[in-house]
C-alpha cells in the first residue's frame, strides 16, 4: 500500500532534449520560488506510463502540510498534518500512514530547499524561452527515483512534476490554476475519515 501511495503523491516532460548547463542564477531562481511558496491550492490532472490517470485537488501549506483530494471515480484521499502523512481509499475504508520521506513532495513542502550539490543535486537541467525543467536527486526521497521539475518562465511558477515510482511506473502531476500564498482552512490538513472534505471548507470561489 505505501508504494501505492507513493505513486498516487509522484510532484513528464512534454519534450525530449539534451540536457544544457544550469547557472548560479537560475539555481538561485528555483530555490527562490520553492522556498518562497507558504500555501498553494491548484487542480491537478495526475497520468502514469501505466495508462492510470485521475484528476483532483492539490493543497499545500509549508512546513510539510498537504492535501490531495481525487475526483471520482478514484478514492483516495491524501492528508499530511506536518508529521505523518494518511493514504485513505475511501471505497475500501482502509487508511495507511505514511513517512514524509517515502514521498517525492516532501522535497516541495520544505521550508528551505537548497540545491548543495550535497543533499539536492541536480542530475539534468534543459531550459529554453518558455520553460524550464530541473531533475533533482536528493536523500530523503525513499524508495522514489529523482523529481523532475518543470516551471514556466514568464511568470516563473511551477507547472508540473514527475517521479518514477518503485514498480518503475512513472508519474506525472501537472498544476493547473494554481494560486499561491492565500490563507487556508487549517481543516484541510487533519484527516475526517467520514468524508474527502472538510466540513466547513467550501474552497475558494473561482
Avoid: C
Avoid at 515510482?165 to 475526517?192: C, G, H, I, M, N
Amino acid at each position: 500500500m505505501k508504494k501505492i501511495a507513493a505513486a498516487f503523491l509522484g510532484l513528464t516532460l512534454l519534450f525530449s532534449g539534451k540536457a544544457s548547463a544550469q547557472t548560479a542564477a537560475d539555481i538561485e531562481k528555483i530555490e527562490n520560488y520553492l522556498n518562497g511558496i507558504k500555501t498553494m491550492e491548484a487542480r491537478f490532472v495526475q497520468t502514469a506510463s501505466n495508462g492510470n490517470t485521475a484528476e483532483g485537488k492539490f493543497y499545500i501549506e509549508k512546513p510539510n502540510k498537504i492535501r490531495m483530494t481525487y475526483d471520482a471515480p478514484t478514492s483516495v484521499l491524501i492528508v499530511g498534518d506536518g508529521n505523518f502523512i494518511v493514504y485513505n481509499d475511501t471505497e475500501l475504508d482502509q487508511v495507511t500512514h505514511i513517512d514524509y520521506d517515502d514521498i517525492p513532495a516532501s522535497l516541495i513542502l520544505a521550508n528551505d530547499i537548497k540545491i548543495d550539490g550535497k543533499k539536492v543535486k541536480i542530475t539534468d537541467f534543459y531550459k529554453d524561452a518558455g520553460i524550464t525543467t530541473v531533475t533533482l536527486d536528493y536523500k530523503e526521497k525513499g524508495d522514489i527515483g529523482p523529481i523532475t521539475l518543470t516551471f514556466n518562465n514568464d511568470p516563473f511558477e511551477l507547472k508540473q512534476w514527475k517521479i518514477i515510482d518503485p514498480q518503475s511506473v512513472e508519474v506525472t502531476v501537472s498544476l493547473y490554476d494554481a494560486v499561491r500564498d492565500l490563507p487556508l482552512d487549517e481543516d484541510l490538513f487533519k484527516f475526517k475519515k467520514s468524508g474527502s472534505s472538510p466540513l466547513n471548507y467550501k474552497g475558494r470561489k473561482k
